[in-house]
């Protein structure tokens, strides 16, 4: 009876995916149901082959990883099988994570509703952000409180957000349209881990984060993010909670980005923003509701000053280095010593006053949290971890990384009986998915590499400039600029310059404003999305760009007609991280660079290429400024992973074809 049962049980099974797939050629087919609801729909192989796997990993709770090239359609082939195959009397939920806000949005308003209308899909879904996209009500009343008369068009800021408050239904900040996402009002009308009352807070019956989780708990799809999704996995590990629910499918896209943001949340970190922010949080109780206790408001100006001469102490304007290393310096184990007297002295002055508010008792909480964090992260002998700080102008962290989060990960991924699907439009090297599949601990997978259907032989024009110095030479923007000026003349402007570094960044976009009469927009000064609008807008604009344009950027048409890249992107040795892995893979008898920084560089170079030919009918020329490409044995495996684009030296070449495209 028991043999009958799995038998009929398996046929059943493979007749359900047997139907799947039948369900899902048809769907993509010229004539199937998408068709109807896009006009211009063209049928493609790659996409189907990756519906068709995506659809197999669901009905079979497998693992998939594909990398799905640009323009193979890898949204829809891997939404319309997740809702195809969507069965609501299982109660199992679908959890989709993309690897920015902007897709977020972009998924929840333009794809889902098309693709749920074409498959008929009934369940309910709902978009959720982490907490610093929500209005804090409770700050936002302390804000306004503490904003004196005299700063008008702050106030006024204000009174619009207020007035805003009460009319969302979400809270979610992106609904104020001219409201930057970079705004500095943001920080302190939103709640953060450390600030948050929860149950306490006189607001919680209308705050919008917990309906917005409440709305997710209660979907059966839900959208987040990459960071939201490993937040909740570090809720989970304290015991008081989840943010999103346990779902049967697990989706990632853009998952290329998985393995860095995972080590941060295996993390911890401390910075001097959270100390002076809790320095601000105590005073502001001795402001409102203990007036008496004076000298709890000087300790925690101690505790404020203390963390501001320890931002002092590291001597640099910004950058990141090994807090291992300079931990060790006398001067730093002097502010070290210095910060954990301060926060002792506060508790001590705090306990003799808990009972008498909430808010102070919550900063209790937090100071006793910090105090340990504090003294961990000062404990930096534990080997596996690598120890680093970062220094902005004004503020400094100290942070703790584990240097793998392979076997963190798997463990989460067999906790539960579901299909992990993963998806790039750049996660191999050389053909290769060992790189990814080894960080994330996903060696039994299932991998699946398809190519663009773009004609790149036709579409474009790949170039490395003879005679050009190699990076790190001095005045090479100079060179730079003169070289390539004529160039960006030709494409009409129409050019994304995308930098490695912001030095270069910078020097790139002074030079190219006093040679050339086309618009130049420089990354920094304005948001990321106005950039991109006046970019489109203008038509003929030169934009110059670092790291946050080189993926999560889709400019179709010859609107862009030429990508320049000033050098292989590889990461710096001396970044933190990094360095703790490379010096690890020493250990292991391994090849540091070949191993650990190479792939790495391959898959960023890969993203910056992609922002080129994102339609069937767009050209343009792409044009690398590193004479490495070709002089270095590595070169080939950049080249080896980039598609069959015709290749050229000469700079004259890439003028002659921008001059033919319309």
Known sequence: MIILSIQVEYRSSAFFIVE????????????????????????????????????????????????????????????APALLTFDKASSEKIIISTGSKALQEQLFLKDLPLLMAATNFT??????????????????????????????????????????????????????????????????ITSNNDNCLGRECPSFDDCFIVKARKKAMDSDLVVIN????????????????????????YIFDEAHQLPDIASLYFGESLSSRQLIELAKEIE?????????????????????LSALDFRMAFAIDKGTGSWRDKSKERVMQLHVDRILQVMDFLKEVILERLGKSDVLDHCFERLTQFTLLFKKLNSVNESGFSYWFECTKQHFSLNITPLSVAQRFQAECE?????????????????????????????????????SPFDYAKQSLFVVPRLLP??????????????????IRASKGRCFFLCTSHAMMNQLAAGFRQTLT????????????????????????????????????????????????DKIPFTSPEEPLLKARMEDAQLKGKDPFAEVQLPQAVITFKQGVGRLIRAEKDKGVLIVCDTRLVTRKYGNLFLNSLPCMPRTRSLDNAIDFLKTID
């Open 470 to 487: 190699e990076p790190g030479t001095p005045g090479l923007a100079d060179k730079l600029v003169e070289q390539l000026a004529p160039v």
């Open 415 to 451: 906790k539960k009986q579901a299909s992990w699907i993963f998806t790039s439009a750049t996660l191999s090297v050389k053909g290769k998915f060992d790189h990814f599949t080894e960080l994330l601990g996903l060696q039994e997978s299932q991998c699946l590499q398809l190519a």
């Open 123 to 188: 369940g309910s879904v709902t978009v959720l952000k982490g907490r610093s996209n929500y209005l804090c009500n409770e700050r936002l009343a302390r804000f306004m409180l503490e904003t004196k008369q005299r700063e008008k068009a702050l106030q006024i800021e204000l009174i619009k957000i207020k007035n805003w408050s009460l009319t969302s239904k979400t809270g979610d900040l992106a609904e104020i349209k001219d409201l930057a996402e970079d705004a500095l009002i943001i920080p302190s």
């Open 284 to 304: 502001f109780v001795y402001r409102t509701e203990l007036r008496e206790a004076k000298q709890m408001s000087k300790a925690a100006d101690q505790l404020r």
């Open 518 to 565: 086309f618009p130049v927009l420089l990354q920094g000064e304005k948001s990321k999305q106005a950039l991109l609008d006046e970019f489109i807008n203008h038509g003929n604009a030169l934009l110059v760009a670092t790291s946050s344009f080189w993926e999560g950027v889709d400019v179709r048409g010859q609107v862009l007609s030429c990508v320049i890249i």
């Open 226 to 249: 990459h960071h939201l999704f490993f937040a909740d996995l570090a809720v989970k590990e304290t015991g008081f909670g989840e943010l999103i629910p346990e779902a049967g499918v």
């Open 20 to 79: 799947s797939l039948t369900l899902i050629s048809s769907f993509f087919s010229a004539s199937g149901a998408l068709s109807k609801q896009l006009p211009f729909f063209i049928s493609r192989d790659a996409q189907i082959e990756m519906a068709d796997a995506v659809t197999q990993a669901i009905t079979k709770k497998q693992n998939l990883v594909v990398e799905a090239e640009t323009g193979t359609g890898k949204t829809f082939a891997y939404l």
